[in-house]
Every structure is written in structure tokens, then in C-alpha cells.
């Protein structure tokens, strides 16, 4: 029961962790042809004219911007040790195996008790419970800064039409 506990945590970690990372390319992705279309459409409004349309701007451009780092630190969420592990330090932290040869973390596990691997993989799944929190919160905020792009948006439109009535 124990077991299949762990399994199902581990593989919804996961799936919660790629999940993360395919949100935060797409908002990545709309963040930079937003970017791209602004930037190529020279769309710039007057600094001096602090009206509706400025506002508008500053509030799409600040959003795009802060859209774009929310992304990218989803997809890349900053790593520490200490941060992961809990009572016990690790003998095989999650980020350390890459640096290992297959001999010589084959040799590490060899010299582990059974308890010892039990609480190395319950710190592991902690790690990837973490790391997942970690990105989805990115993803969120990414996603809260669109609704600020819209709100720009909506503002530059506004604008716009109550210039072309007046």
C-alpha cells in the first residue's frame, strides 16, 4: 500500500512537472510574438501624452516583460540542495547523479542499506513534490501577468476608439 503510494505520488509529480513546463512554453511562446509584433510594429506611444493609451502600453509592455521572466524561471525554477532535503542529508540528491560515472553510483547504491534506499527515494519524491510546487507557482504568476497585457490592451483600444469618435 505503502509502495503504490509512492509510485502514484511520483508519477503525478512528474506528470504535475511536465505539465508546468508545457504552459510555460506556450505562455513563453505567446509572451514573445506578443514582444515581436509590438517591437516590429514600432507602436511606441508618445512618453510625453501620459493618457489612456500610455497607460494601456505600460501596463502590455510591463506585462509582456514580467510574462517572459515568470516563464522562463517556470522552466528553470532555482535549485538548492538545502532547500530539498530534509532532516538527512542525501547520498544521492536528484541533481548530483548526473555528475556521477554508472560505476560510481552503482558503487554508492551498492553500499546502501535497504533502509537507507528507502529514505532516498522518500527525499527524492519530496524533491520532485518541491520542484513541481516551485513551477507551477512560475506559471501561475505568468498567467496572471497576461491578464495584465489584456487589461493594457483593452485600455489602448479604449483609447483609441474615443480619440477616433472625439
Known amino acids: 500500500m505503502k509502495n503504490e503510494f509512492r509510485q502514484n505520488l511520483t508519477i503525478q509529480s512528474v506528470t504535475w512537472i511536465n505539465s508546468a513546463d508545457t504552459k510555460a512554453t506556450a505562455l513563453l511562446t505567446i509572451y514573445g510574438a506578443l514582444a515581436a509584433l509590438t517591437l516590429a510594429t514600432n507602436s511606441?506611444?508618445?512618453v510625453i501624452s501620459c493618457n489612456g493609451e500610455f497607460i494601456g502600453f505600460?501596463?502590455?509592455?510591463?506585462?509582456?516583460?514580467?510574462?517572459?521572466?515568470?516563464s522562463i524561471f517556470a522552466l528553470n525554477p532555482r535549485l538548492n540542495r538545502k532547500s530539498y532535503i530534509m532532516e538527512n542529508p542525501s547520498d544521492l540528491f536528484i541533481f548530483d547523479l548526473a555528475k556521477l560515472s554508472f560505476e560510481n553510483f552503482e558503487s554508492k547504491l551498492n553500499r546502501l542499506s535497504k533502509k537507507q534506499i528507502i529514505n532516498e527515494n522518500e527525499q527524492q519524491l519530496y524533491s520532485l513534490c518541491k520542484i513541481a510546487s516551485i513551477k507551477m507557482k512560475w506559471v501561475k504568476r505568468s498567467i496572471l501577468f497576461f491578464s495584465l497585457i489584456a487589461f493594457g490592451?483593452?485600455?489602448?483600444?479604449?483609447?483609441?476608439?474615443?480619440?477616433?469618435?472625439?
Not at 58 to 70: K, V
Not at 153 to 164: G, V
Open 58 to 70: 505600460l501596463s502590455y509592455f510591463s506585462g509582456t516583460l514580467l510574462g517572459i521572466i515568470c
Open 44 to 46: 511606441f506611444p508618445s
Open 153 to 166: 490592451f483593452f485600455l489602448i483600444i479604449l483609447n483609441k476608439t474615443i480619440e477616433h469618435v472625439a
